[in-house]
């Protein structure tokens, strides 16, 4: 059976500063080893020299070109909402979009973003103590990332964001879906680290672009679990820090792979393998 017989699948993804994205490779070589002609665009809107406003037509050029659907990364995870035709449950939950599938001339928004970070975890930190974990970051990666650990039963989420207002958003929506008790803010840093089971960043902080770290090494403790949804570089300075330190530790690529095999099957229809997915993401 010669290749122009096998069905195709164009997608892309949109949004700033992408050009080190995995997420293309990631979804071809699956494609390939699932018998498709499966493309994978990146739509960098810096490279392009436009901003989230460009979405509109972004998203009228994606559904005339035949595009099955696009990932939604920074910054237009929240702008690209309005936008849409239709919602899933847990994008309307989240107010964040990560995965926008075109069919029948309608566009409808998902977020596999926090079910990538359920299936690592279960994974990666299955027997840590989760009484009380301290997030930095509230934002759209934030929002989906709370989500799932008060969905894993998490007792209390403690949220951390530099921007106070949005801190106080995200803890309100969380209350709302999960309980009163289950989210906080406004505690110090330091008191929240000296009472938590495990802290996670979702901040940009500790990429390649903006080195740092969400919290001093000093606060890090053997006792404490640290995750980081940074995946480039892989170990970042927080994880390195934790990791001398005697932490359990947990890097950003299995939530990269797994929102990746959610992305897939909406795109497709079908099962990616997770397995071959996570080991390709290894070599790469």
């Not at 979405?55 to 920074?74: D, K, Q, S, V």
């Not at 309100?172 to 009472?195: H, T």
Request: proline share 4%; aromatic share 6%; with cysteine.
């Amino acid at each position: 059976m010669d290749s122009w017989h096998h069905p195709s699948v164009l997608v892309g993804l949109v949004g700033t500063g992408i050009q080190a994205s995995r997420t293309p490779a990631l979804h071809e070589k699956e494609g390939a080893e699932q018998g498709l002609r499966y493309v994978y665009k990146l739509i960098d809107l810096e490279t392009l020299g436009l901003g989230a406003d460009a979405l509109p037509e972004i998203l009228t050029a994606a559904r005339r070109f035949g595009f099955a659907g696009l990932n939604i990364t920074h910054p237009c995870k929240q702008a690209v909402i309005p936008l849409l035709d239709e919602l899933s449950s847990d994008a309307a939950a989240l107010g964040a979009v990560n995965t926008v599938v075109l069919k029948d001339g309608r566009s409808v928004g998902h977020n596999t973003d926090w079910w990538g970070f359920a299936e690592s975890f279960q994974r990666e930190l299955p027997d840590v103590r989760r009484d009380l974990v301290v997030q930095f970051g509230a934002g759209g990666a934030g929002a989906a990332v709370a989500h799932a650990l008060l969905t894993l039963g998490i007792g209390e989420v403690t949220i951390i964001d530099t921007d106070e207002t949005r801190a106080k958003a995200l803890v309100s929506a969380l209350r709302e879906r999960f309980g009163e008790s289950r989210a906080s803010n406004g505690v110090s840093v330091k008191d929240a680290m000296a009472a938590a089971d495990g802290m996670v960043n979702t901040t940009p902080l500790g990429m390649a672009k903006y080195p740092g770290m969400a919290v001093p090494a000093d606060l890090l403790r053997p006792e404490l679990w640290v995750v980081d949804i940074v995946y480039f570089p892989l170990e970042t300075e927080l994880l390195r820090q934790a990791r001398v330190r005697g932490c359990s530790i947990m890097s950003g690529g299995g939530m990269a792979v797994f929102q990746a095999v959610g992305a897939f099957r909406l795109f497709t229809g079908l099962e990616a393998n997770a397995e071959r997915m996570l080991q390709h993401f290894a070599e790469m």
